[in-house]
């Protein structure tokens, strides 16, 4: 029965035509509700706490708070809404800043009516959604993203070179046990690595140490 | 193979959506018109004021309801003149509003067309 209701979403966007579009879009298909509509960013976080919508449709370009603003701020609220980021146009380095917000996809208005629904239905099974296509591996895709947006000249955080080395194996996805096996070590010395690894670069957890790493270029130039 | 200025793909798309609703679809492409011509005027006030901020807001919020209802000749217009607007060229931008007045008249003709005069929205 639980598997059979259907998705509710809430439309952020300033512009009513584009509200009314998506909407009827989303009406057509009984797998979704539209639960609210919101006009501008305050508006949105306001109606995501009343309605708990399970997605959000995120336009960035919206007057009083900008997308990207409500975005931030969602994240320090507690809520299981997956956000997809809508826009006109964005660039590669606004991408990986709403990835690192909390934002599960990014759908581009000239693409809306067409790939919507796969969209949110990507979304809603915890994959995420970029370039209008779902992604697999987030990690290689903001792996990929970092290198077209910047050059990668190497810092190091005071991290040692196996340290680093353990970085590069957290970005691509590899366990404690693959990092052990691969360095010849202890799973219990690979998550010492890893406390001290957090602790210098005040980071909480694998996710946030990947994205600090691309972010950061961290990484080995050919990794 | 006469090209159209409202995207097949997304007017069709559109159109089953609202199969039940055949005038809300009307409906809906009236607003989009009426919403474009006064965003049109707003757009000639604000680069008549030399207004640059304001001409890019304008010019992003038609651009933006016209990329999700699949009229890209005029998104694509109102992104050159988001462009111009932001390095200040309002003789470019003037030139550039001569077109896209011409280019909404002619995506008023192809949906009244498809749709009937209803979606020809009142004269302001």
């Known amino acids: 029965m639980a598997s059979s209701s259907p998705i509710r979403l809430l439309i952020a966007d300033d512009h009513p035509v584009v509200r009314v579009g998506l909407r009827n879009m989303l009406l057509s298909d009984d797998q979704f509700q539209v639960v609210a509509e919101a006009r501008d960013g305050a508006e949105a976080l306001v109606l995501v706490k009343k309605w708990q919508p399970e997605v959000l449709l995120l336009d960035l370009a919206m007057p009083n708070m900008p997308g990207m603003e409500a975005l931030r701020e969602l994240t320090s609220h507690e809520t299981q809404t997956r956000t997809i980021v809508l826009t006109a146009k964005i660039e590669k380095q606004q991408i990986l800043e709403a990835l690192q917000l909390g934002a599960r996809g990014v759908l581009l208005k000239d693409a809306a009516v067409e790939h919507l629904a796969a969209c949110i239905r990507a979304v809603m099974q915890g994959q995420y959604w970029l370039d209008g296509r779902p992604v697999q591996n987030l990690v290689q895709v903001l792996r990929e993203l970092t290198a077209q947006t910047a050059p990668p000249p190497r810092k190091t955080y005071g991290l040692t070179s196996r340290e680093l080395e353990v970085v590069t194996l957290i970005t691509e996805g590899c366990t404690n046990k693959d990092i052990a096996t691969q360095f010849g070590i202890s799973e219990e010395t690979v998550k010492r690595h890893l406390t001290n690894i957090f602790n210098k670069l005040g980071v909480g957890n694998r996710l946030e140490l990947a994205l600090f790493a691309l972010n950061h270029h961290l990484l080995p130039a050919t990794a | ?124």
């Open chain 2, 1 to 124: 193979m006469r090209q159209t200025l409202v995207a097949a793909e997304v007017y069709d798309r559109l159109q089953r959506a609202m199969a039940s609703d055949p005038e809300g679809f009307c409906d809906l492409y009236r607003d989009y018109l009426s919403d474009a011509r006064l965003t049109l005027s707003q757009l000639y006030l604000a680069c008549h004021g030399r207004n640059s901020d304001e001409l890019r807001a304008k010019a992003h919020y038609l651009k933006s309801s016209s990329l999700v209802l699949g009229v890209s000749a005029i998104a694509d217009l109102c992104a050159d003149i988001e462009d111009c607007s932001a390095e200040i060229e309002f003789a470019a931008v003037s030139k550039k509003l001569g077109k896209l007045t011409q280019l909404l008249n002619r995506v008023q003709s192809e949906l009244e067309q498809k749709l009937g005069p209803r979606v020809v929205p009142a004269a302001a």
